[in-house]
């Protein structure tokens, strides 16, 4: 244990730190203002990841700066490829935890290369849904918003190089966003900034098993974000069984909450739905389903994900034909309705699978 806290960094981030903090901190060192403005671009919108890469800054500058603050709140621990060229990240935190965060490569209808980054907003997760690789392994703690941000700066330093960019976050790795709601809007308004990586907000999605207080203030603290909701049963007695924050929010209080947010904003919900064969996926359960969703008209998108299996995950993947019945069954009646097959399997990058697999 000894060896393991002599490595943690007790250094501050510079990642985190805002433009006038940086602009004390060069005047208290003596330095021109603009020193601070040079920085601050490099650190947001150049993406850097090391005090190397600011050559406009001198040298002695740099070295002063290395010895007070570390650049980033993440340190990468291990950077795993998939066949599909999907790429997951084991990322250290400065207290020694561990959080995974996965980049997908995809196109858009267009043709247009899509590049979405998948963050984590906790260390585990305390809901402890049972078919959840993420939620079976229990919950550390919450992610501070410059190490949710740092996670999408850190592949868009890598696409930036490769000449490409990161074009969608989507909040589905590890934790539940709406149980850490300050780190994770801290997080959007860093992502879209202007002066920074300036994404538009409707290229951001928050997946949420359904905080249904929260839920209810979205719009006032995500804005034009996407939401989505991870529904994956369509009656308490299931939904309990699956995913045991239920008991505490029940479906029709999740309904409502979501039928509210559509009503008043408008804008296109999608409901994540996890096929697992045998429990979620018969047809009877598909009709309650339709039951379930139909008042949302054209509002209501579901994304069917076929189970993506873990060690000590206890149930079974529902197969092309069934998933393929059961996403026929929603559409036959009137719901908008497609199947995901997840991506970078092989590293165990998928839904669900992260903190699965660890090397190093
Ligand atoms: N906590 C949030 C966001 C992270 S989970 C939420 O639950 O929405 C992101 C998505 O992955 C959720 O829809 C979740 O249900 C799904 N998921 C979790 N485990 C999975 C697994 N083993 N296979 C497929 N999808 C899974
Ligand atoms: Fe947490 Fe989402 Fe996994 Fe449920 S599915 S345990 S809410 S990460």
């Not at 330095?31 to 001198?58: G, K």
């Not at 951001?204 to 207080?213: D, E, K, L, N, R």
């Not at 939904?239 to 008991?247: G, K, T, W």
Request: charged letters at 20%.
């Amino acid at each position: 244990m000894p060896a393991r806290l002599a490595l943690l960094d007790s250094r501050p981030a510079l990642s985190d730190l805002d433009g006038t903090t940086l602009e004390h901190w060069a005047e208290t060192n003596g330095q021109p203002r603009y020193r601070a403005r040079q920085l601050y671009s490099a650190l947001h919108r150049r993406y850097v990841q090391s005090l190397d890469e600011v050559t406009e800054l001198p040298v002695a500058l740099r070295s002063a700066l290395v010895q007070d603050y570390r650049v980033r709140t993440l340190e990468t621990r291990v950077h795993l490829r998939s066949s599909d060229r999907s790429e997951k990240v084991l990322f250290g935190l400065a207290d020694g935890q561990t959080v995974e965060t996965v980049l997908i490569r995809g196109r858009n209808a267009g043709g247009t290369r899509r590049n979405t980054v998948c963050v984590s907003s906790q260390v585990g997760c305390p809901a402890g849904c049972t078919f959840c690789a993420t939620g079976l392994s229990g919950f550390g703690r919450n992610l501070t918003g410059s190490e949710i941000a740092d996670q999408v700066i850190y592949f868009a330093h890598q696409l930036a190089l490769e000449g490409d960019r990161v074009t969608n976050v989507v909040y589905m790795g590890m934790g539940e966003p709406l149980l850490n709601v300050g780190a994770v809007s801290a997080s959007v308004e860093r992502l879209t900034d202007a002066k920074g990586i300036n994404l538009g907000r409707r290229s951001i999605t928050i997946s949420t098993v359904g905080i249904v207080p929260q839920l209810r203030r979205f719009s006032e603290w995500a804005g034009q974000t996407n939401l989505a909701v991870s529904l994956h049963a369509p009656n308490d007695e299931l939904r309990s069984r699956l995913v045991p924050y239920n008991r505490h929010f029940p479906i029709a209080d999740l309904i409502a909450a979501v039928r509210d947010y559509t009503d008043e904003t408008r804008r296109r919900v999608s409901f994540e739905y996890v096929l697992l064969h045998g429990v979620n996926d018969s047809m009877e359960i598909g009709r309650g389903l339709v039951a379930l969703l139909k008042p949302f008209g054209g509002y209501a998108h579901v994304n069917l994900i076929p189970w993506n299996p873990f060690r000590d995950g206890h149930f079974v993947r529902s197969e092309g034909p069934d998933a393929d019945a059961f996403a026929g069954l929603l559409r036959a009646g009137g719901l908008r309705a497609t199947i995901r097959y997840s991506r970078g399997l092989d590293i165990s990058a998928a839904c669900g699978q992260l903190r699965e697999r660890r090397s190093g």
